[in-house]
């Protein structure tokens, strides 16, 4: 009892994500969006919708979907330089890009979908730590709404099921050797062991991706690490399914 | 009376603007911030305040004021590429750039500003015409809360005045052969004449900007965008000093 | 009388424009092609023709106009790098290829110019201010020859018109509180404001930007900007005339 | 018995390794090389001494490993266009090398290395899976050897450890159900979930990358990836403690 | 004969080549390969034969052949930066590439290459000297396998004669006044005049590349380069046809 | 007699050089400019003089001469697009880039320049064949200039020589089996053996660049090109001496 104040700076439980909020159809010209908060992260995710697919998928009945992530210069504490205006995207850029499209194509029906295309753009509007797990877990949201509205105007067929299931995103780290879920910035830069796991509603593993910073870790933090973050993953199941079921632009905690 | 209506498609008058909003502090690390709106035009403005001055200005004692300007690729009706991943920034971007920088020095006293930089960050997280008169307007705002939090901070002196005054911007047009304020996205798309004006807070020009789209213009019209401009501007004004006024994170009409 | 000497260094007075040269076919291979001189400004202008249209224009029976402007590294007082070597265009070239392109289309009928392209390539061999300016005041004498070129090769129709008018340009700046025409480098460093004039030759507006440099400026010193850049368009508009009705490769004053 | 023929196409139990080899020494200018071959899979890397520090770590007392990885453009089936003459490097080329370095530095006691740096190049000659894997296994060897020079010339204290123990890494994924060791490129291409894992000498984790390739995954899948890496890790830790034994430019089994 | 351990650090005769080797089908995927070695220096050469050609090639029943060269970043004394990573493609990088590519055109009848593209990948992984002239050397090699095997695949006549001939290419220079062949890195950095030949089979030039470092060099000087190069083209020719008659994989000298 | 009107269009013997013009100081900035004419062949070249030296080369006593070439992209017949649009600098650039400096080179003592270094721009306005003679041949009376304007100004001593020559160039080639000199661009395009000689006014060889196009070629053709060659640099050196003898600004024939 008297140390979790100390084990989390903001007084959380090991095992508590922070609020979760998701703002939908954020934007007025997007198939999809949605405002993602995981706390004082703030993540603007786009699903733009477009008939035809890129030039090496044509002719084979299937679609595509994929992302784009970015950080706004001020996004973070001190502030970066564009990656528009160094002329080249960087590499954790790329990485995070290439992360979320392949956790949102694990719920993809790529022929169900049709020949149309899906791009998910990200772009962090405010950076907190969790900034591609938010990234994620949004981007199902925004995808899902995507996909309704292109239903609704006829562009795939009524009875087509491009979603074979839910996507979401939580990191986890060991802190003072306990496991714990969804690191903030400082959170982050402290933690001994960085991991970021992307699973399915159903429970089933998208990535897990294991990062030690400092000390390698033996197998026992390992599982203890993939506990908490499929009891997070399950939680924020649930506020995805309560959002989109809920009024869109209306918060939902 | 009645062509009124007809003259604009949301019902505004020729010299009416859109609903205008300024959401102060939007952003929890930069130093000033801002989420401005300009009817549906929604453009996200943090201002970045360092201590020092780039290379070719050390040691004359002086600060700089400079801004870049992006839009988010579905910020617009559809996507466009990301000018990151096409690794180099387009000709338009630039140019709205470099105007939001002259613009916002023209009410600077870099003296004043001692050998410190502020980079002005205008994001157009949507977009509806007017993205850089409303990023400049936007900007005068989260440049003086800037400015503020260093005074509070002591990295300007107590007395200094940076600030010379305040700077604001609108577009203006002809659309059938009558001058109009503040156009909006099909609004732009239609003019006969395109105007950005950028003025100070005491009715002085910082720029004009007129292209004639289609047909040049003559004499008689500049004059009347000028008026309404002008007006349009001191309505813009008064705004912003609310705004300032105001609770930081309170919209202010 | 006495104080017009202390008003320009060079002598002029306000109104007055630098001696303006044309040199016509300049260049053996260009379709059209002009050296400008505005002073100890020199550009070399070439306009190339070229059959068919860049693919978003395909099939709608338009043309389409348009330019690049690129200084020498030398052409200024001290050495600037090349852009191809840094790999960019910046902001500036950018910016001043945009308005000449711009300018030109305001006097093109792209459906008399049939589905055809001209590319007006802008060098500034030699800056000493205006190099804008001196561009589009070159560019429109060059266009007029690319285009009876092709006419004379029967590349457009014998009896089309592409070209509704003329065009050119000017630079006006408040110089000691006077407005004066047309800039060299060492006013156009101390102008109080500066303005850039494109016209067409029967007096109407096509772009007008203004900045000012330094003070903001009242709407008194802007009218009397754009009437002392209105006399000398006009100027201009004999010059050219008198150029194009004489012999290529003759000097023209 | 009868179907782990039908299980890998080249005949392996599912836990062997295909022939790893190390050749020592390959370049005469490295201070530390290796050819590291994993059965057809052959990576040239070398690793380069230098004294001093990036300019963000001077002064602190420490050193800095970092790490390369590019593919040659026939290294695979059909030949790749170069990053250099594409002007970019490609995101999963950055993703790789990022890998690299992190798991060098978890070996790495920066501070026992001084202020010197190690650039490890791995250069993927002949591609056939799992050069991520070859290449930290082949670095970890490239690397001793780099140290020990560096020892050898008195660059480094005699008496200090900057290695603080070993690294290996290998690719282990699900095929017809049945978690697999070391997988080749056929068997990369259909394998259902992808993973890649590296470990220290003493069976610690340093980096888990697993990807569900179409299926999710589930616990007890995990579970048994995570089993055969490891026994896969401990037989490199052996393979690389008898090259480092043996004579440089030996071919060590 | 006192002098000539003087005049060569090795002790070899002014016209004596260093060890050549080639190593063919060093690649298992390149339709040609061969790892060629003049010393120290070690280029790996792959020859990629594919079906098509360029666009500007399309129609005109011709084949084309060219090539790229480039440096591992450890093939020299000290490392080099990636060319990939500074984003852009040297000066020297382009002519080598350009100057390959020539010389294997000078001995190829594209008519009777067909409709294909032959691409040779000429990637220096040691680097002591005279790495064009083997990259050139080695490039006929494999490219005489990749037609073979192209043959053998039935993708070119069974009695075309794609080859007219043989290419080969050495380094002279002056030292102490004398001219020698096969220049290693020591000799380049001290000869007075540096030369590349590049020459038939039979004995004509394709290439004469001198350049005089610090001193003009005269008639008699670039007599006697030509000749000692002359002697020495004949006798990599003979190596070269050894290599081809051998089996491959084996090492010929 | 009567084949000579056959073997070249323009009516030259076979050893004769196009008219050649030197208009010295035709910029009014550069320390040295000329507008150098080989027929319709027409370089602009400037030659910026700046104190101080690269980085690499500091403190060493020694100055610095470097070139850079461009061509305009309306020079040719038909419109090449600029490099700098293209975000980088094509690979014959480059090369023709760096074969003017190390001419230059050959005749200057970088100890005697002092740590001060010369750049000097050929920009080609018009290209007929020979840009690149033509740069060298030009690029040494700019170079000359900048020199004598630097010791006028005291930048370099008065007795100080850092011009040890000087340096022309001429391509020639083979037509119709014989060789002649000063190709213009048709006779390039059809010419068998393209050679480009450097030489200092002394007669010594400083670059021979030969290239076989089509077919390749025996030594006595080698023979034959360097001879008219040799003969038409002891004509260009005729040419430049009186040019640098005469008055700046005035053509010399």
Redesign the interface.
């Known amino acids: 009892m008297t140390d979790t104040p100390a084990l989390r700076h903001d007084g959380r439980a090991p095992d508590q994500l922070r609020e979760v909020r998701f703002t939908r159809n954020w934007?007025?010209?997007?198939e999809g969006?949605v405002l993602v908060e995981f706390g004082?992260t703030r993540v603007?995710v786009?699903a733009?919708f477009?008939e035809g697919v890129p030039r090496w998928l044509k002719g084979q009945g299937k679609g595509w979907v994929t992302s784009?992530y970015?950080m706004?210069?001020?996004?973070?504490?001190?502030?970066s330089d564009?990656?528009?205006?160094?002329?080249?995207?960087?590499?954790?850029?790329?990485?995070i890009?290439?992360l979320i499209g392949?956790s949102l194509r694990?719920v993809i029906d790529t022929t169900a979908l049709g020949e149309n295309t899906i791009?998910v753009?990200c772009?962090v509007?405010?950076a907190?730590g969790g900034t591609r797990t938010a990234s994620i877990t949004g981007a199902y949201v925004a995808l899902a709404d995507a996909i309704e509205d292109a239903r609704g105007r006829g562009l795939i067929r009524k009875d087509a099921q491009p979603l074979t299931g839910s996507v979401a995103a939580v990191s986890v780290g060991m802190i003072d050797g306990r496991p714990v879920l969804d690191l903030d910035y400082p959170e982050d830069s402290t933690a001994g062991t960085d991991?970021n796991v992307v699973?399915?509603g159903?429970?089933?593993?998208?990535?897990?991706?294991?990062?030690?910073e400092g000390?390698?870790?033996?197998?026992a933090e390992?599982d203890g690490l993939?506990d908490i973050a499929?009891a997070g993953i399950a939680e924020l199941t649930k506020l995805q399914q309560a959002a989109l079921a809920g009024e869109a632009r209306e918060r939902v905690l």
């Open positions: 934007l007025d010209h997007a969006s004082r603007l786009a733009s477009t784009e970015e706004l210069p001020r996004s973070t504490n001190t502030r564009r990656e528009a205006r160094k002329g080249k995207v960087g590499g954790r850029t790329h990485e890009s290439r392949r694990a791009v753009d772009d509007l405010q907190d991991m699973m399915t159903e429970g089933q593993f998208v990535e897990v991706q294991g990062t030690a000390e390698a870790f033996d197998r390992l993939l499929t």
